[in-house]
């Protein structure tokens, strides 16, 4: 989640700053081509007075609850109590219109709404609105203005911008890079169970340049950051375990957390675990599940992925023979069709019924557009 990776980065925070909009959609939403600009009908709805009430019918409709689901039904809702001056409704309409969900994509008009919603007391609001000035995205760029907007959000309990000024020490955005103050905001980020914050900072305790490595804590981090969903954090993790296997909670412990993150469509860990089998580290060696992996992994990760596997790809066919290459072929082809996006976050909701299972997909590159979906099949 390191801030140089601007597009996916960027979009991952601005959805998890709107996080209760995520929470609401348990189908698939797509932030996509921009609509017709006509006002929705509300003939056969509700004409609700108060804001709490329109919040609400957005949201019905956003999550197609009792209604049919409509996103510029919860678009038009949303702004309405946004116009009323509702900060919940305002930092919910700047996200749609940052992701073009339901209107058109407008970063002057989402920087507008997370500015109202931020001087109307939105912690959120303030991390979309530090990250819009940080990317110069409705806004001109202004990194000191960034600075003082997550230094009052980390201060009224963030963890999402306390994540975001370790990368600003990390890397020297705006300050002098400062690896002790860096990881003093990612352990700040941790403390209040961001998994982003868990995820760099048991990067920084892990890698090979730091003083002070701390596998341990490392292990510990990365596993509350998949538990929450995170899935470079469940590839990372299962990463450490395969190299310091007394790490491992069970024997089964990696291989879980790889097959999790290539179900979210990692093509490293589909890479990872076509690497296990062909070695018969974890299990023994299985030319055909390694074969199978690699083939996932090349259709997950495009030609570069495809190029880097192919002397295993090739050697593997020649031991396996055409007949049953083709069938793998086929059964890895089923598999990319339900698992090909790039999840970010998958969260599959427990026991409470108000918090379905969804997934975010990383954005496609290029755009800061990110996609909200229903979670992948296990």
Not at 150 to 171: H, K, P, R, V
Not at 256 to 277: I, P, T
Request: with cysteine; aromatic share 8%; proline share 6%.
């Amino acid at each position: 989640m390191m801030i140089h990776e601007s597009g996916s980065r960027r979009a991952l925070a601005i959805a998890l700053a709107s996080f209760c909009v995520l929470l609401m959609a348990p189908t698939k939403l797509l932030a996509g081509p921009a609509p017709e600009l006509d006002t929705p009908s509300t003939a056969v709805a509700p004409q609700p007075r108060s804001a709490g009430r329109q919040i609400k019918l957005a949201a019905d409709y956003l999550a197609g609850r009792g209604v049919p689901q409509d996103p510029r039904q919860a678009a038009y809702w949303y702004e309405k109590a946004a116009e009323a001056g509702d900060p919940d409704a305002q930092l919910q309409t700047g996200y749609l219109y940052e992701a073009g969900l339901g209107v058109p994509r407008d970063p002057e008009r989402a920087a507008h709404w997370y500015q109202l919603a931020a001087v109307g007391g939105s912690v959120q609001a303030k991390v979309s609105l530090g990250i819009a000035y940080l990317w110069a995205t409705g806004v001109t760029r202004d990194e000191k203005m960034a600075l003082s907007l997550l230094n009052e959000a980390a201060a009224d309990g963030s963890g999402l911008a306390a994540c975001y000024l370790g990368d600003f020490y990390a890397f020297g955005i705006g300050v002098l890079k400062d690896r002790q103050a860096a990881e003093r905001w990612y352990r700040k980020g941790a403390s209040l169970h961001n998994p982003l914050a868990e995820f760099d900072l048991a990067t920084l305790l892990s890698g090979s340049a730091n003083p002070a490595t701390d596998l341990r804590a490392a292990s510990s981090l990365f596993r509350e950051a998949a538990a929450a969903g995170y899935v470079p954090a469940m590839h990372s993790l299962a990463l450490l375990l395969v190299r310091n296997p007394g790490l491992a909670r069970s024997p089964g412990e990696a291989l879980g957390l790889l097959n999790d993150a290539a179900n979210a469509g990692s093509w490293r860990s589909s890479m990872l675990l076509g690497v296990l089998a062909r070695d018969g580290d974890q299990a023994p060696p299985d030319a055909e599940a390694a074969y199978y992996h690699f083939r996932i992994a090349a259709l997950q990760g495009g030609s570069e992925t495809a190029k880097l596997l192919e002397a295993d790809l090739r050697s593997l066919s020649a031991r396996l023979g055409p007949a049953r290459t083709r069938t793998l072929d086929s059964q890895a082809t089923a598999f990319f069709e339900k698992h090909h996006l790039a999840l970010a976050f998958v969260y599959r909701g427990g026991e409470d019924p108000e918090f379905p299972a969804y997934a975010l997909a990383f954005p496609e590159h290029g755009t800061h557009v990110v996609e909200l979906l229903a979670a992948p099949p296990d």
